[in-house]
T-cell receptor
Framework: GIQVEQSPPDLILQEGANSTLRCNFSDSVNNLQWFHQNPWGQLINLFYIPSGTKQNGRLSATTVATERYSLLYISSSQTTDSGVYFCAVDNTDKLIFGTGTRLQVFP | DAGITQSPRHKVTETGTPVTLRCHQTENHRYMYWYRQDPGHGLRLIHYSYGVKDTDKGEVSDGYSVSRSKTEDFLLTLESATSSQTSVYFC????????????FGPGTRLTVL
């Protein structure tokens, strides 16, 4: 089946810093989503982005489907950005998740 | 929040007992999913449904069964719970159509002693 790899596994930032999270996948996909799991365990949809670029406030994402990767950019990070960021892909009506990037933002 | 609720939100049970988790949605989405989340594994698909009485297995289906008798409810049953089924369980819906985006419920934390 399709493999999803995320990097880095852990990231520690000071408030105000920028970061880039990467998601590589092993096959063509119909769907790619980025999620943020907050410290209370809630999964929050960030982007639905099978291809192209989208922006939402301080966050943006780019998926290059032909090269099988996606990037999530977080600018001017805040402590509320802390948590785990998951990439998930789908080519058969079922999402396959990466193991996530754990982000800690300190004041 | 896509109108997804899960019950119970927390449960502690003993090995060998049956357990049923409920997922309820209010928006008549056709596709519903059950995932489990364990440290080091991210989320893994247990079972999913593509309509009333239509279900299929996911990556980690052994020891679990599901039922969907109404569009709005998707039940996950552990016939005889084991300690390896201690996990956080998430239900999800898929919006379908042009957008195949999945949205998740709040999760159920299950502990099997």
């Amino acid at each position: 089946g399709i493999q999803v790899e995320q990097s880095p596994p852990d990231l520690i930032l000071q408030e105000g810093a920028n970061s880039t999270l990467r998601c590589n996948f092993s096959d063509s996909v119909n769907n790619l989503q980025w999620f943020h799991q907050n410290p209370w365990g809630q999964l929050i949809n960030l982007f639905y982005i099978p291809s192209g670029t989208k922006q939402n406030g301080r966050l943006s994402a780019t998926t290059v489907a032909t090269e099988r990767y996606s990037l999530l950019y977080i600018s001017s990070s805040q402590t509320t950005d802390s948590g785990v960021y998951f990439c998930a892909v789908d080519n058969t009506d079922k999402l396959i998740f990466g193991t996530g990037t754990r982000l800690q933002v300190f004041p | 929040d896509a109108g997804i609720t899960q019950s119970p939100r927390h449960k502690v049970t003993e090995t060998g007992t049956p357990v049923t988790l409920r997922c309820h949605q209010t928006e008549n989405h056709r596709y519903m999913y059950w995932y489990r989340q364990d440290p080091g594994h991210g989320l893994r698909l247990i079972h999913y449904s593509y309509g009333v009485k239509d279900t299929d297995k996911g990556e980690v289906s052994d020891g679990y069964s599901v039922s969907r008798s109404k569009t709005e409810d998707f039940l996950l049953t552990l016939e005889s719970a084991t300690s390896s089924q201690t996990s956080v369980y998430f239900c999800a819906i898929r919006t379908g159509g042009e957008w195949n985006e999945q949205f998740f419920g709040p999760g159920t934390r299950l502990t099997v002693l």
